[in-house]
């Protein structure tokens, strides 16, 4: 063998061991005991699992994204070196929580409509089975869970024969569960006059379908005017960072000069009132 072949034959055995140690891995994959091994493994590592601080941060945000304001103002209290952003994030705080429980509200709202909807229509399925009123609205009730609190007191009535009609109406005092008064009139006309439970109650189902529907559309023709108010929001922002990519510095102008804090708080009482009026407006449209 001759000098210059010896780096050549280091290099054939370099690539052999590879490639058998590639093929050695690929049969160890294919192996069903292998891959079982695996699974314990990872089985045993989800058992010692420990939250990271991702994990930590994001269950603390739950039910607490105001809290979001205030790395923002943080950030920009340390970029503008002053402590009105951190001002400003102390206000905005509780004025998020309020914006973001009228949010969950709403679509509380809307979830205990669409579940006396599904009442409804669980009622006029039992009572075509056969079912008796009464029997019916329980087994409705229990599958639906439509009442929430009021449930103990619906079931009663209708367990021991009392006031159904009654109860229902007392129940409709809830948020989202205005279609119990339409539930409890249809009862009311049944027992008294002898109508069918059953067709009043199918109407009332369709009636309050097509407010759902009509309700979605009216929100979906409203998405192009709140998209126009969240473009407004951001506006001023838009025009920080413009600033600052033309190699201003737009937040010491605001922060640090006399000028500068009264085209912050003037353009923040507009800002403000500007988003407070395009949002009464499309309120009014969704009412």
């Given at each position: 063998m001759t000098a210059g072949s010896e780096p050549l034959m280091q290099g054939l055995a370099w690539v052999m061991a590879g490639c058998a140690g590639l093929a050695g891995g690929l049969a160890v994959a294919r192996d069903p005991g292998a891959r079982r091994a695996r699974a314990l493994m990872q089985r045993g590592r989800e058992a010692r699992w420990v939250p990271t601080a991702g994990v930590m941060l994001r269950s603390f945000l739950v039910g607490r994204r105001?809290?979001?304001?205030?790395?923002?103002?943080?950030?920009?209290?340390?970029?503008?070196?002053?402590?009105?952003?951190?001002?400003?994030?102390?206000?905005?705080?509780?004025?998020?929580?309020?914006?973001?429980?009228?949010r969950a509200r709403g679509r509380e709202r809307e979830r205990v409509a669409d579940a006396v909807t599904s009442l409804c229509g669980s009622v006029v399925g039992e009572l075509r089975a056969g079912r008796e009123p009464g029997e019916a609205l329980r087994a409705a009730v229990r599958s639906t869970g439509a009442l929430g609190t009021a449930e103990s007191a619906v079931l009663a009535a209708a367990r021991f024969g009392g006031d159904v009609p009654g109860a229902l109406r007392q129940a409709a005092d809830g948020p989202g569960l205005d279609g119990l008064a339409g539930m409890a009139a249809c009862w009311r006309v049944a027992v008294d006059g002898g109508a069918g439970l059953a067709a009043g109650l199918a109407r009332l189902e369709s009636a309050l379908r097509g407010e759902r529907r009509r309700r979605e559309e009216l929100r979906a023709q409203l998405a192009g005017a709140w998209s126009t108010v969240a473009v407004l929001a951001l506006l001023p922002v838009v025009g920080l960072g413009l600033g600052a990519a033309l190699g201003a510095d737009p937040l010491e102008v605001l922060l640090h000069s006399p000028g500068g804090l009264v085209c912050l708080f003037t353009g923040g009482l507009l800002?403000?009132?500007?988003?407070?009026?395009?949002?009464?407006?499309?309120?009014?449209?969704?009412s």
């Open positions: 105001e809290w979001l304001c205030a790395p923002v103002a943080a950030l920009l209290a340390v970029l503008g070196e002053s402590v009105l952003p951190l001002l400003a994030g102390a206000v905005a705080v509780p004025l998020v929580r309020r914006w973001l429980q009228r800002e403000a009132a500007g988003l407070f009026w395009a949002a009464r407006i499309v309120r009014a449209g969704e």
